[in-house]
């Protein structure tokens, strides 16, 4: 016992003395504008502090891992666990999301349709990440092509947004299946590469292409969408809500619109993705995650179905892309940076991977969560990378990390890893 504990704590103070070596730079001098030029200022509190939480967290994993107690839940046995408080916490964020216009603020509702903006994205990404197995970094290209067709559909030709929502996601889906035709060779690294070059190239054209997208000054002026031809106008005249309704006109009207546009945008996404999974296309999809050899084994079409995944996945990035035009107004190229797909995957990940309430709660802790800090701008990414970090120890495969088929045969039957080591499992 004293080795282990000798063994623990040297672990513990190399540790802490590579984040010496990483904050003592980083953490450790600021600087501040002075008279005529910037002036760096030494922290050492601030790197003392870092070290000790790098020293302390370290020895408690340790002590964590070190500790196993009698009569721990096997894994098959937590997975049933957080399916039953899943079947209780659905309904539950359903009825929060159904109730939040009538007691929320301005800037709760406006989190809220950023939050499920991105849950949005995350479902639509999961289909393809999650279920098809298909790493793509380039997610933010097809939101970043909804976004563009409605904004030009909407000036060129004079359309609304409920007509150019699904040219929005047909556009989209098009350059998903154009995205799907080169990679359909590629395998892990090599197609995340390629998907991140797509994303980029996308970003580029957008940027480049004054004559069409405007460049790097972006388009405004994109029309809000209506409430079956209604406008939500502060001005109250005919052919408002306010007028029609007979109320004053307030700016909270179009909020609250706007929040149940991308509430049921959301729905229906989960909804066609729950459908989905139990036709024998999600289940060729699920077969093509674990082993896409053995898919080919079984006489599944592999080009249809990675084909299918990127199309629908970028279908639903299209939607959220058309919503994030119209309700911003004004989009331009910096809006769709690599950036926002690396957020959206850590999104999927974190929520675990083909789990469609994992990545909900996800995006909710992510992006509600980073607002808790937005007063401490200098460090929420640290402490946003350190909730990344123990998310990787504690919960490897995300919060929801339950793999189950979307339908098996028979009851699943626990199978001792001997057994497994044979090659009986």
Known sequence: MPARAGAALRDAFLSALVALGLFGVLIGLKTESGPGSLVLVARPWAVVIAVGLVFAGRLALLAWRGWRPAGTPS???????GGRIGRVLAPLLLAFALSLPFYAGRYWMDLGILVLTYVMLGWGLNIVVGLAGLLDLGYVAFYAVGAYSYALLAQTFGLGFWTCLPLAGLLAACWGVMLGFPVLRLRGDYLAIVTLAFGEIIRIVLLNWVSLTNGPNGISGIPRPTLFGLTFSMGGGPGTVSHFFGV?????????????VILGL?????WVSLRLRRLPLGRAWEALREDEIACRALGINVTTTKLTA?????????????FFATRQAFISPESFTFMESAMVLAIVVLGG??????????????????????????????????????MMILRPRGLVSGRT???SLGTAKQISPDLIAQGRG
């Open 405 to 407: 088929p979307s339908v």
């Open 248 to 260: 004053e006109p307030d700016i909270s009207q179009r909020v609250i619109f706007l929040y149940y």
């Open 353 to 390: 991977l083909g789990s469609q309430l994992g990545v909900a709660l996800a995006a909710l802790i992510m992006i509600g969560g980073s607002e808790l800090f937005r007063d401490f701008a200098e460090y929420r990414m640290l402490v946003f990378g350190g909730a990344l970090v123990a």
């Open 266 to 270: 959301a729905l229906l996404t989960n």
């Open 75 to 81: 894994p098959r046995r937590l997975v049933a666990v």
């Open 310 to 322: 990127f199309a629908i996945g970028a279908c639903f990035g299209g939607f959220a892309g058309a």
